[in-house]
Structures are given as structure tokens and as C-alpha cells.
Nanobody, 120 residues
Framework: QVQLVESGGGLVQPGGSLRLSCSAS????????MGWYRQAPGKERELVAA???????NYADSVKGRFTISRDNTKNSVYLQMNSLKPEDTAVYFC??????????????WGQGTQVTVSS
């Protein structure tokens, strides 16, 4: 059983910063790819950033140069540092844990989401 808990969302002005955190339960964290997704009202959920078990990151084009994903396997945590925030970044952000590669079948776990609102 895997549980993910996000924190760090809130209201911020354009150009501001937020740091999202996600803490995972269980013993499989170090073997999992981790990701941050977001979903705005009326839009599809989209991948924002992902980080492989070995630490290699990938980013959506819309956030490259502004967001940084990182992980700390000793704390079973993944982080998303968000800088230079724009109104279009407003969404609910979800933490995702993916064990598909490790287990050989689809295994995805989701946190409850944390709201990020960028507005003046």
C-alpha cells in the first residue's frame, strides 16, 4: 500500500515562487519514478515534471527553466521548486509515484492534490 501526501500549495503573485513537497509511504520509493502533474479547471491533467529512480529529470516545455524537480530517497520525498510563476500555472498539482518499470505492469499512485493559484 502506497500513500502520497502533497503540501506547499497556496496563493502567490505572478513572478513569485512556491515549493511543493510530496512524501510517500512504503519501501518502494527509491525504485519508483516520481512525477508532478497538474490539472486546471476544464483541462486535461498534464505532466509537469518527472524524475527517474536514478535522478534524471524531465520537464514540460511550459515550465523548463522555471521549475525544478528533485528527490530525497532518504526521506521518501519529491519536491517541485516553482519559480517565476505565471497565472497559467494555476492548477491543482498532484504527486505521482510510478512503479511500472520496476514491476513490469502499470502501477501508479496519486496524492490528493494541492492547489496552486497564481494571481495578482
Amino acid at each position: 500500500q502506497v500513500q502520497l501526501v502533497e503540501s506547499g500549495g497556496g496563493l502567490v503573485q505572478p513572478g513569485g515562487s512556491l515549493r511543493l513537497s510530496c512524501s510517500a509511504s512504503g519501501s518502494m520509493f527509491s525504485f519508483a519514478a516520481m512525477g508532478w502533474y497538474r490539472q486546471a479547471p476544464g483541462k486535461e491533467r498534464e505532466l509537469v515534471a518527472a524524475i527517474a529512480a536514478g535522478g534524471k529529470p524531465n520537464y514540460a516545455d511550459s515550465v523548463k527553466g522555471r521549475f525544478t524537480i528533485s528527490r530525497d530517497n532518504t526521506k521518501n520525498s519529491v519536491y517541485l521548486q516553482m519559480n517565476s510563476l505565471k497565472p497559467e500555472d494555476t492548477a491543482v498539482y498532484f504527486c505521482n509515484l510510478d512503479l511500472t518499470i520496476k514491476l513490469g505492469s502499470k502501477h501508479n499512485y496519486w496524492g490528493q492534490g494541492t492547489q496552486v493559484t497564481v494571481s495578482s
